[in-house]
């Protein structure tokens, strides 16, 4: 969000994206410091106030409250920004697919906005909608970017690999429909996704580990429920790829 300087938004952006960064949550004390903070814009601009109290409601942790702020936001000041800092907040909730929803709204207002095709990339990405994530970079080349994210780049390399197996994209998209309602029903966050493309005899085998916030107990649990709902849907094609859940190794 692009705020004048020296500014209690500023101030306030800046303390928010520190929790973020650091991959921490503040205290019910230190919200409530946050939110005395936001007080003070309540008189000010609205949409950027609103915004403010989602991005103060996802690090507390709540879904609704969070929402609520975000979209009253967007519905005062329909911004680039606004757009870009509520996919930011839905993706540190672990809400990947609302995430994506919103940065393609975006994209249906803005087009042509960098920060919103490289947060639908990275939306795509952790979803395991590979053809999505092609498809996104692709609208950013035009744009001819001096410099273009490189997790986006590492994105784009890696969802070419899934896609040069020939894996048919519904069944891509049922698996990412299977993938994402296993992980949100364990509370579970994705770190990283790691691919391991393994030449064979005759072709190449890809192992594609979703690295989760889970321990390894509920790690298993999460992998007997794909297998069994993989085996139960034979119309899911995923060729030569295996794909499981595993504990965060960092």
């Not at 952006?13 to 410091?33: G, L, N």
């Not at 991005?55 to 929402?67: P, Q, R, Y």
Request: net charge negative.
């Amino acid at each position: 969000m692009t705020l004048k300087p020296n500014t209690i938004e500023n101030q306030l952006i800046e303390e928010i994206c520190r929790y973020i960064s650091e991959d921490r949550a503040p205290s019910q004390f230190e919200v409530a410091k946050l939110k005395r903070e936001a007080a003070k814009l309540k008189n000010g601009n609205r949409a950027v106030y609103a915004a403010i109290l989602g991005m103060i409601a996802c690090l507390d942790n709540d879904v609704a409250e969070c929402k609520k702020q975000h979209e009253l936001a967007i519905r005062l000041e329909g911004s680039v920004e606004l757009y870009d800092s509520y996919c930011t907040s839905l993706y540190n909730l672990g809400h990947i697919k609302d995430a994506y929803k919103w940065a393609k709204k975006g994209l249906n207002v803005f087009p042509h906005a960098p920060v919103l095709l490289v947060s639908a990339v990275k939306s795509a990405y952790f979803l395991g909608l590979f053809d999505k994530v092609v498809e996104h970079y692709q609208a950013l080349i035009p744009l001819q970017l001096a410099v273009i994210d490189e997790k986006a780049e590492g994105f784009v390399q890696n969802a070419k690999i899934v896609l040069s197996l020939g894996i048919p994209e519904p069944s891509l998209h049922q698996l990412s429909d299977i993938l994402e309602s296993i992980r949100l029903k364990h509370g579970a966050d994705i770190k990283t996704i790691n691919l391991s493309l393994i030449p064979t005899e005759e072709t190449q085998e890809l192992f594609n580990w979703i690295e989760t916030t889970s321990n390894v107990d509920i790690t298993v649990e999460m992998n007997m429920e794909l297998c069994e709902i993989l085996a139960s849907q034979p119309d899911i094609d995923l060729g030569n790829m295996t794909v499981a859940f595993r504990a965060c190794q960092h």
